[in-house]
Structures are given as structure tokens and as C-alpha cells.
């Protein structure tokens, strides 16, 4: 493989372990904050599943959307009069209180959950971070797309993203086909190096039948962070 692999994201909300292994497969990977963020609809960079009820259901971070007008992802505030933190901590103790981690890494967590923000950016931003170094990531490869000059929209965008870091490939998931130009990539002499990410089974504790794609914060409860690192770094 290419020994600089760039990959490009948007700051998700407690992401799900194929975002880990997206940063883990990377040896740049740019946090993607300064494109529109969705006006209506829902979107992974203010909520994400877990198991409520042994079903899988969202966990959101209110968002200020009274504005007018477009506005970037590195704009967006968190509705903070609201007590969702809190909210959301009894969601996770009701549903997670007996998974055999939970204890060990209750308090690390709530502190991620409770980190005051009023960003939304700088919220996840922050948990990335945090969880990326505790699984044992390359922490100096994270940067944020907004301190780079590029240009353009759409794959023009990420390919000047990518030479901005000076990758010679770009590392892509599953959810790219659709709106990537991959001839693009071609032509500006970038590898392109698919991520085929296969979502690896693990105890759930709290369902009967396991469901992939939840937050980090199932699998950290469910295998702790030692198990979570060799879920990532064995792919």
C-alpha cells in the first residue's frame, strides 16, 4: 500500500468502530469541518445508535437550527439549554449498566459526555481525539480540513485535501460511491485504496442478536478498550 494514505471525514458524534479503523488505516486523516452542514435531515455528526431496549436507536446532541441562511460544520452550535447530557448519561446506565465493562469505563466516558462545549465541531473533535488516543491511534496524523488551503467541492475538494497533506492516495469507504468521481482521482495521479471495512462481531450483552454499526460507546462497554484496539488493529 501507499506509505501516504490520506482519509477524509467529517467530525462524526461518538462514531462507530469503522470510523476508528478508517483513522487506524490512515496515515493522515483530515477532519472535514469547513463544507455545509445539512439544513434538514439527520446526520452522523450530531447522533449516533446504540442499543436501547435491546434495539438499536438513536442517542442525538441538540443542535441550534434557528438560523438563517447556510452555515459550515465548524459553525454549528449545541442547543445547550437543554439537560441532554444528562439525559442521554440515564439512557446509557439504564441500557448499559450490566455490560461487563461498564463500570471500568463509566467515568471516562461521562467525562466525554459532559465535556462543555458550545460547538458542536470542537465537541466531537475533542472525543475523537480522546478516544482515538486511548485505543492506541496516531494521534499527530488527525488534522482539521480548515487550517489547510485547499479548494474546490466535491471529490475537486478532497483531491486538493489530499495534496495539501501531501498524500499520494486516498483512502475512501463504502458510503463514497454515488457522489466520488473516482476518474478524478485518476487523473490527478492519487491511488485510490478502498477501506472494506467488515464490521467484526462481538458480545453484546444487552441484545439478543448482534447489530453492527453502533457507536463506540456499545463496543467499549460491551469489550472495553483493550479488545476494542485489537477489533480495530487486527483488520
Known sequence: MP???????QPNFFPWLGYFDKINKADVFILLDNVQFPKTGGTWMNRVKIITNS??????APIIRNYHGLRLIKDMEINNLTDWREKMLKTIEQNYGQCP??????????????????????????AIRSLAE?????IPKLIIASTLKA????TDLLISLTRA??????????????????????????????????HPVYLQANT????????????????????????????
Request: with cysteine.
Open 3 to 9: 506509505d501516504r494514505i490520506a482519509a477524509i471525514h
Open 55 to 60: 434495539e438499536a436507536q438513536w442517542l442525538t
Open 101 to 126: 465493562f461498564f463500570k471500568e469505563e463509566r467515568d471516562y466516558l461521562q467525562a466525554l459526555i459532559n465535556y462543555d462545549a458550545n460547538n458542536l465541531c470542537e465537541y466531537n473533535i475533542h
Open 134 to 138: 486511548r485505543l492506541g491511534l496516531k
Open 151 to 154: 479548494e474546490g467541492e466535491a
Open 165 to 198: 497533506v501531501g498524500g499520494i492516495a486516498y483512502l475512501c469507504g463504502g458510503g463514497a460511491d454515488g457522489y466520488q468521481e473516482d476518474e478524478k482521482f485518476a487523473e490527478a495521479g492519487i491511488e485510490l485504496v478502498y477501506q472494506n471495512f467488515k
Open 208 to 235: 439478543k442478536e448482534f447489530i453492527a454499526g453502533l457507536s463506540i460507546i456499545d463496543v467499549l462497554f460491551n469489550c472495553g478498550f483493550e479488545k476494542a484496539r485489537d477489533l480495530i488493529c487486527s483488520k
